[in-house]
C-alpha cells in the first residue's frame, strides 16, 4: 500500500515537471476563482476599501488568509502577513470665497487651515514664470487663470499651480486662487480626491499654512492684470486624526540555489476611494472592482500558482494600501522593507481604471525594461495583444505603485486591462460607484489573468536577469542599487 502511495506521488510530481510554465499558468487560473476575488473585495459589506477603515482592513484580512493558504511566509518582522502603520488624515475645511462683492458657489481647498481673511489681491493672469520672480508679493493673495493659455486640462491646471504655489512660497506670498473651468463629474471627483489628505504619521513635518484654492467659474471680466481684488476668504471645519492601516505581504522561496537570491515582486493595491457623491440611482459606495480588485486578484492568482508550483527565483507578494491617498503603502514599503530592496529584481504590478479593449493587455513601461519579451508572449499566447502606454499625458506610468520601485531602481511596469485610449469607457467606471463586480467580462479577464501569471513564470525562471533598457530614466538607479561594476556604467 505505501509503495502504491509514493508512486502515485512521485507520478503527481513528474507530471508537474513534465508540464510547461503555459500550462501551469492555463491549469491554474480558475474563472470561479477569479469572480470569487473578485465579488468579495467589490462587495458593499467593504465600503469601497478606504484606507484606514473597517472595510479596508476586512480586505486585508481576506488577503492574508488567501497568502495563508497559497503557503506564502508571514512578514518576518511581525510574523504576521501585515505590514502595519499610522497615517494622520485631514480632513479639509469648508471654504467661502468672495471677490469684489460676488461669492462663489464651487470652491476646492487644494491646502487650507481654518482662517478668516480679506483685503486685497492682486490678479496675474496665468502668471509666468518670470512675471511672478519680479513681481512684489510678500504676504499677498494672488489671483489667477488656471493652467496656461494653451492649456487647461483639470491636470494641467494643478501641476502648473504647484509651480507658482513653489514660487510664490520663496516670494513670502500668502495664498493663491485659481480659476478653473471644470465639468460637473470631473470636479465632483477631484473634490472627492481632494476632500481628505493624508501623510504618514512618523512624518513630523508641520503642514504648509500656504493657502490654495480653486474656484470653478468664469473670470469676472472686470478682473484687470496687475490690480488689485478686494476678496473675502472664510476656511472652517479643518480636522485631523490618526488611522491605522497595514500593507499586506507574504513571500516564497525560489528552487534554484542561486536565482533564490533574485526576487519577483508582485504587486497591487488594494484600497478604493470608499463612499463619495451618490449616482443617479443613489449608490454612494464606490466599489473599485477594476481598481483595483482586478489587479488584487492577479496577485492571488500568482501566488495561487507559485504555491503549487514554484518558481527557481523567489516572489515576494505585496497588496499595498492607501495608493488612492497618494501612493502611500508603496512609498512607505520601500523605505521599510521586509526583504532589502537590492534583493528585489523585478516589480511585476497590476493596477489600472477600466478596459475599453479586449484584446489587448496594456502594460505601462513595456518597452522600458528587458522583461518586454517574457511580457507580450504571456499576453499573446492566451489571445491578447501586449501595448506600451497609449496614453502618456496621463503621465501614467508616475501615478501606480510601480514608481515608487522604479525611483529605487527596480524594473517596474503596471499591467493593465487592455485600453488603447483614456475615453468615455474608462471614466464610466473609473473612480465612479458603476465599478461593481457584475459589470465585468469575465471570459476577457480569465485571459488576461493566464497571461500575467505565465509572464510571471517566465520572468522568474528565466537565467538572464532583468534590467532597464539602456538610456531609461532609471537605469542609473537600478545600477546603484545592484551594485554593478562600473564597466557597466558606461
Not at 474656484?215 to 476678496?231: A, H, I, M, R, Y
Not at 496577485?299 to 495608493?323: D, K, W
Request: charged residues 25%; aromatic residues 12%.
Amino acid at each position: 500500500m505505501k509503495q502504491l502511495l509514493l508512486l502515485s506521488l512521485l507520478g503527481i510530481a513528474l507530471n508537474s515537471f513534465a508540464q510547461t510554465d503555459k500550462e501551469l499558468a492555463e491549469n491554474t487560473v480558475d474563472s470561479n476563482i477569479v469572480k470569487g476575488h473578485i465579488y468579495f473585495l467589490a462587495d458593499d459589506l467593504l465600503m469601497g476599501r478606504e484606507t484606514g477603515t473597517p472595510g479596508n482592513k476586512i480586505a486585508a484580512s481576506y488577503l492574508a488568509n488567501m497568502l495563508r493558504s497559497y503557503g506564502a511566509k508571514p512578514n518576518p518582522e511581525t510574523n504576521t502577513y501585515y505590514q502595519p502603520f499610522e497615517l494622520v488624515e485631514t480632513t479639509a475645511p469648508k471654504v467661502e470665497f468672495s471677490a469684489n462683492d460676488k461669492t462663489y458657489s464651487e470652491v476646492m481647498p487644494i491646502n487650507a487651515n481654518n482662517l478668516d481673511l480679506s483685503g486685497k489681491a492682486i490678479y496675474l493672469d496665468y502668471g509666468s514664470d518670470t512675471e511672478l520672480k519680479k513681481a512684489d508679493l510678500q504676504g499677498k493673495i494672488v489671483i489667477f487663470k488656471g493652467g496656461t493659455s494653451d492649456d487647461q486640462a483639470p491636470r494641467s491646471v494643478y501641476r502648473r499651480g504647484m509651480e507658482k504655489a513653489e514660487i510664490l512660497k520663496e516670494k513670502g506670498a500668502a495664498g493663491m486662487v485659481e480659476f478653473v473651468s471644470i465639468d460637473s463629474q470631473t470636479w465632483s471627483s477631484i473634490a472627492h480626491s481632494f476632500h481628505k489628505s493624508v501623510r504618514f504619521a512618523e512624518d513630523s513635518t508641520a503642514h504648509s499654512e500656504f493657502l490654495q484654492l480653486w474656484v470653478n467659474d468664469s473670470l469676472p471680466p472686470k478682473f484687470e492684470k496687475g490690480k488689485q481684488v478686494d476678496f473675502r476668504i472664510s476656511a472652517t471645519g479643518k480636522k485631523e486624526k490618526k488611522l491605522a492601516t497595514q500593507n499586506v505581504v507574504g513571500y516564497m522561496e525560489g528552487t534554484d540555489p542561486e536565482l533564490k537570491n533574485e526576487y519577483i515582486i508582485y504587486s497591487a493595491h488594494y484600497d478604493h476611494v470608499g463612499i463619495g457623491r451618490p449616482n443617479a440611482e443613489g449608490d454612494s459606495i464606490y466599489n473599485g472592482a477594476r481598481d483595483n480588485a482586478i489587479g488584487t486578484t492577479a496577485v492571488l492568482s500568482m501566488a495561487e500558482n507559485i504555491g503549487n508550483y514554484p518558481t527557481r527565483r523567489s516572489a515576494l507578494f505585496i497588496l499595498f494600501t492607501g495608493e488612492e491617498k497618494g501612493l502611500l503603502g508603496s512609498q512607505y514599503y520601500v523605505k521599510h522593507p521586509i526583504i532589502p530592496l537590492e534583493k528585489m529584481v523585478y516589480c511585476f504590478n497590476t493596477d489600472g481604471g477600466g478596459y475599453n479593449n479586449t484584446e489587448l493587455a496594456t502594460i505601462i513601461g513595456l518597452e522600458r525594461t528587458t522583461a518586454a519579451k517574457h511580457i507580450k508572449n504571456g499576453a499573446e499566447t492566451f489571445g491578447l495583444r501586449a501595448i506600451d502606454d497609449p496614453a502618456k499625458e496621463q503621465g501614467l506610468f508616475d501615478r501606480s505603485d510601480n514608481v515608487s520601485f522604479a525611483k529605487m531602481g527596480i524594473p517596474a511596469p503596471t499591467y493593465s486591462t487592455g485600453f488603447d485610449a483614456f475615453d468615455a469607457e474608462i471614466f464610466k467606471y473609473y473612480h465612479q460607484p458603476s465599478d461593481e463586480a457584475n459589470s465585468l467580462d469575465y471570459q476577457y479577464l480569465l485571459k488576461f489573468y493566464q497571461g500575467y501569471v505565465y509572464s510571471g513564470r517566465l520572468i522568474a525562471n528565466d537565467a538572464e536577469t532583468p534590467f532597464w533598457v539602456q538610456g531609461d530614466k532609471y537605469e542609473e538607479a537600478g545600477k546603484k542599487l545592484y551594485h554593478m561594476p562600473a564597466a557597466l556604467k558606461d
